[in-house]
């Protein structure tokens, strides 16, 4: 791949909560690009408030000729716009089918990520392109951790990540995409293959962390997906600790037939606010990855951050200036700490994650 520095480069849904965070990172990191986004008077009122961005462009990318005259015309294309399994699995698979293209999202859906581990990663390699899925803080973060925490010759037995938070209040996209999940099927690796569960099965009590009066509830991340195709552990499953009275509104009952695209687009008219500055920093979040390996070692490294939504900004601008800086790259559908095999504490640290405990 050429230098990216000379790439064109377009953030989809730059105007949303999320996606206007990661702009004005890059931006403060001189990082230029265009943004695009299916609403034109956000785009414009987007202008006028970042008039250091290139260019704008109403499109939408859920619509096949659109989308590919945005793959065609730019070489770098980080995608804000969930929630992306109703709106872009066709669209990432319109781009492991385009040559020489970056892909980057903040999806924290594990089947979407799954499902282009399986369908999108064959083309993607043939075309020279390379796709990034979930470079949030949902699962980058988890991915950064197992890399610390599993040495190549490790035999695994289980990858289990546990989240913990306090005081939350998610964006607009995050709220969507919960409010959807009905309408999906979740899988965890079990005996080294992706299996459906019922919830309660998977419900237990949590034994570390000071958390002994919490339980751990299955929560399907794409750090399971990165987990098993990087290091083909047995079993690997991600987990909410909540409360024992928080974990009865979980229901083994939660998936259901219907049409998500239709809900959304109702759910999308209903004027929703993400957490203030003021909110986020007192969101503060514990994240346990936990590895067993084949001979009953186990490994635990425990994480603590405040501010999730602005990690993910951090990580955003971590990778485009690691791919700048032109490390050597795969190509094909690649875990987000892949870039960073030997640096993951000092990355850590720029995202603002504090390692805590390691065992």
Known sequence: MNSISEKKIVVVGGYGYTGKLICTQLLSQGITFSIVGRDQTKLTEFEIEFQTIKSIHQVDISKKEEAQKLINDFDIIINCAGPFTEESQEFVRLVSLSENKIYLDISGESEFVKKSFEENNSDAQQNNTLLIHACAFESFVADLA????????NNIETINSYYYFENSRPS?????????SKYRKYHQIKNQNWHSYKVSDEIH????????????????LPDIAFAFYNYKPKNAMSYLIVSKQESLFFSDDAYKEGNASQELQQLRLRKTQGP?????????CH????ITLADKTERQLHLETIDMYKVTAKAISCLMHRLIEEKPIKIGVVSPAFFFRGEEKIILEKISVQIFQTN
């Open 172 to 180: 607009p996209g995050t709220r969507l995409t919960m409010k959807l």
């Open 146 to 153: 197992l890399q610390i925490l599993v040495d190549s010759e």
């Open 287 to 290: 994240l346990f990855v936990h």
């Open 205 to 220: 009590t949590v034994d570390f962390g000071g958390f002994e009066n919490n339980v751990a509830v299955p929560y399907p």
């Open 276 to 284: 203030t500055v003021e909110e986020r920093v007192k969101q503060k």
